[in-house]
């Protein structure tokens, strides 16, 4: 494999008590700051993000650190190898893929001139639009089937220069529409088109179909998302076969129970020469 892994990011376990205790307000614009011409725009509330775990869609939120950090380094290596587009994934369903995409992506957005997309390219459970409480017509799967202006299901979530390509429905089809032509164009017209932009791929998990092996030639790198007391070294092992051929980002440990202290902040400052020791 190319091993493009250096680092392991932790992100903690929220339990239903932390989560109660969050902050009131959301991150979310005005909308008039907002100039979406064509995109659908739409606000949740702040109890919506908090149920949820957006977190850093949440105003002075205590964990939102936890995003930033991972914001700078996941920056910092698309920057470096002047990459544009990352696919979350996981060995198995539940890690926390579509927590982190979103998370991830509020926080990538909230740096200046910093646009981001995030395709729910998970098209047989998609969920990246609950995390936002959006209120989804068409997806992902609708365009990939029918005639529709990809415009007409965009939507922005009430943060700036923040566009989600939701999805809806369930296809059992779903190789064959991630690999189909109309995809291809579709995301090579999103990665060419403003190549500044970031665009974050939420997929479907590793080890439950070819899906994600299959849609791989569109995405420039992936993150894998371990999910703590779940994720087996075994799992790993073959989620890394799978991605051999894929530039690994790196590896979050989601979901962690270990305390917040030095264990956290030592993963963070020591880089890591080898992925876990699988
Ligand atoms: N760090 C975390 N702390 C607590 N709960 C979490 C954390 N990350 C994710 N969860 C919860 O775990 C569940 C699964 O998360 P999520 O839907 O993001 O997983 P997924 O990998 O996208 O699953 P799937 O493969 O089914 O799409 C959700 O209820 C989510 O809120
Ligand atoms: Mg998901």
């Known amino acids: ?25 959301t991150d979310q614009q005005p909308l008039s700051l907002i100039q979406y011409t064509h995109t659908k ?9 908090r149920q949820r775990r957006t977190i850093m869609g949440l105003k002075n939120d205590p964990h939102i650190d936890i995003f930033r950090q991972l914001r700078t380094k996941v920056l ?10 990352l696919a979350i994934t996981s060995a198995s369903a539940d890690a926390g893929k579509s927590f982190l995409t979103a998370n991830l992506a509020i926080a990538l957005a909230m740096e200046v001139n910093q646009t981001v997309l995030v395709v729910d390219a998970d098209l047989r459970n998609p969920n990246v639009g609950w995390y936002f409480g959006l209120d989804i017509e068409k ?8 005639d529709i202006p990809l415009s007409s299901i965009l939507i922005n979530p009430g943060f700036q220069r923040l566009v989600i390509l939701p999805g809806k429905g369930f296809t059992t089809h779903s190789s ?39 849609f791989m030639p569109n995405f420039d ?14 799992d ?10 894929t530039e690994l980002m790196g590896i ?12 956290y902040y030592a993963a963070y400052s020591q880089p890591v020469a080898e992925p876990v020791d699988v």
């Open 1 to 25: 494999m190319k091993y493009g892994i250096d680092w392991l990011s932790m992100c903690k376990n929220f339990d239903a008590d932390q989560v109660e205790i969050m902050s009131q307000e």
């Open 41 to 49: 725009v739409t606000r949740t509330t702040p109890d919506i993000l």
């Open 76 to 85: 910092k290596k698309l920057r470096e190898n002047k990459w544009n587009s």
């Open 139 to 146: 997806g992902l799967l609708d365009y990939l089937n029918e």
């Open 176 to 214: 064959e529409l991630l690999s189909s032509p109309k995809m291809v164009t579709l995301v090579n017209e999103l990665k060419y088109k403003y190549d500044s932009r970031i665009i974050l791929f939420d997929t479907p998990p590793l080890l439950a179909s070819d899906d994600t092996l299959l």
């Open 221 to 234: 790198a992936a993150l894998l998302i371990v999910e703590d007391g779940k994720t087996t070294a075994q």
């Open 236 to 245: 790993i092992r073959r989620s890394l076969q799978i991605l051999e051929e």
């Open 252 to 263: 979050v440990l989601n979901k962690s129970r270990e305390r917040m202290g030095d264990a």
